[in-house]
């Protein structure tokens, strides 16, 4: 396989519809490490070793000198928002990051200037948009992919992908119209309005062979017609919603609670946070794709139909409270509660500090760094092995999600491997411990 990727060449192009807190603590933080004035800590491919051989080989690179990604100097920025604020000025309003930190990279984020909006109201009712295109859903769809060849051509980019750090959209589903590529096509020139504004971004990338990734738990991709779409163009495709906070947390430790057989009878989590983030999720609307995305995760990793005595009577409950006080420092705090040996209850807490941007950014990075490698690797369609990042893994059709993090984990690295042409891990490591003892 690993003849077959095309090297990192030129410059990669990251285009972000919606310029806001994650995006903003993203780009601040790649030019602020450029600089040398941070680290990109939480970001495996920047970070992270892995294992290739036995043991005994003792052979762990760093991921980004195992595969062929693009270099952070190589890298462009640019996106679209409904507000014209640059990225420096929404970094400030996001207020993630500190004043002192965005003034030593100042130039290059008010360079950063966002391109009109693809935007309808009705998909996000506690924004008050300002900068947006006109037109039909087709016409828009037009105007996106000129906005992206300009920029390729503006930026001299070789490679461009685009990756949805967009506000949550409503709840929707599926209907006739993302069911094939053509009906798709006809709804845009009918300018449907069960076409949501991200679905827009998400058709001209993958029209144009230009990978997909979405941050938000909005459907987008994960629709019949746009996997259909991205596979015609050969292009991969990744999501829904990116994997941090309270999510990241109850997909550590739901695994370990049932790797012990420990039982599960309640996990009631809470949240409070006060960006626009949390703003926007305050419409019940947008709560609601929120919530369907955060729920499946422990259905998943705990099996309570496979399992009924330990997770049979599992009661899962979730609250987002928008607490414009916490800014983006949200704080979560989880009720657990177990049962072990003869059914004795126990209970665990958490409270979890956190701060969602800061979470959020460097598997940002790393969706878009390895969705770009995806493509030059001849991957297309969903990427499943990307589900490390996402809170709600897209898969292929009929395929259950993988939620524990650790197989997700093992999965990413073995792909690596794969592409590589490096052998799989698979931990058995049977014929070498075999040697070892042998020659004791
Ligand atoms: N912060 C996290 O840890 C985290 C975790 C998982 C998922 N997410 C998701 O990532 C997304 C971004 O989060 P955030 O904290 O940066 O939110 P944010 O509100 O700060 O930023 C979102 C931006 O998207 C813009 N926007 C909305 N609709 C748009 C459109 N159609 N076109 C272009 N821009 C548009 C908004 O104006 C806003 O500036 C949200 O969907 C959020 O649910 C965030």
Request: net charge negative; with cysteine.
């Amino acid at each position: 396989m690993k003849s077959n990727i095309q090297p990192a060449e030129g410059k990669l192009g990251i285009l972000i519809p919606g310029l806001g807190a994650v995006a903003t603590t993203l780009i601040a933080g790649v030019e602020a490490v450029k600089k040398g004035i941070s680290q990109p800590i939480g970001s495996l491919t920047q970070m992270g070793t892995i294992r290739l051989g036995k043991r005994t080989e003792n052979r762990n690179p760093k991921i980004k000198e195992f595969v062929p990604i693009a270099d952070l100097n190589d890298i462009v920025f640019g996106g679209w928002d409904v507000y014209s604020d640059n990225v420096y000025e929404a970094a400030m309003h996001a207020k993630v990051l500190e004043e002192s930190l965005l003034n030593k990279v100042k130039e290059g984020l008010e360079a950063i200037v966002p391109m009109k909006a693809a935007f309808d109201h009705n998909y996000a009712k506690n924004l008050t948009a300002t900068h947006v295109k006109t037109g039909t859903r087709y016409e828009l769809a037009q105007q996106v992919m000129q906005d992206i060849k300009d920029f390729k051509e503006k930026n001299d980019c070789s490679r461009i992908v685009l990756i949805w750090c967009g506000s949550t959209e409503i709840y929707y589903e599926t209907s006739a119209i993302h069911q094939t590529v053509e009906a798709f096509e006809q709804a845009l020139l009918d300018d449907d309005k069960l076409i949501s504004p991200s679905m827009i971004y998400a058709y001209a990338a993958l029209k144009m062979g230009i990978p997909y990734v979405n941050g938000a738990p909005n459907l987008t991709v994960d629709t019949p017609a746009l996997v259909e779409l991205a596979k015609r163009t050969n292009t991969p495709i990744a999501g829904k919603d990116f994997k941090t906070g309270q999510t990241l947390m109850k997909t550590i430790l739901a695994p370990g609670l049932a790797a012990r057989s420990l039982g599960v009878s309640g996990w009631f989590s809470t949240n409070i946070l006060g960006n626009r983030d949390g703003l926007v999720l305050d419409d019940p609307d947008n709560f609601k794709t929120k919530e369907v995305s955060k729920l499946g995760v422990l259905e998943d990793i705990l099996q309570p139909v496979r399992n009924p005595e330990l997770y049979g009577d599992l009661y899962h409950k979730i609250r987002i409270n928008y607490y414009p006080p916490h800014g983006d420092n949200k704080e979560s705090w989880d009720n657990i509660d177990i049962f072990g040996w003869l059914g004795y209850k126990m209970q665990i807490k958490i409270n979890f500090l956190c701060r969602d941007s800061i979470l959020a950014a460097p598997i940002a990075l790393d969706l878009a760094l390895f969705v770009d490698l995806a493509k030059r690797a001849e991957m297309s369609g969903v990427q499943e092995w990307l589900s490390f990042y996402l809170k709600s893994p897209q898969t292929a059709p009929g395929l259950p999600a993988e939620n524990d993090i650790f197989k997700q984990l093992m999965k990413l690295q073995n792909t690596l491997r794969h592409m590589m042409g490096e052998d799989l891990i698979t931990h058995l490591g049977l014929d070498y411990y075999q040697e070892l003892v042998d020659t004791l």
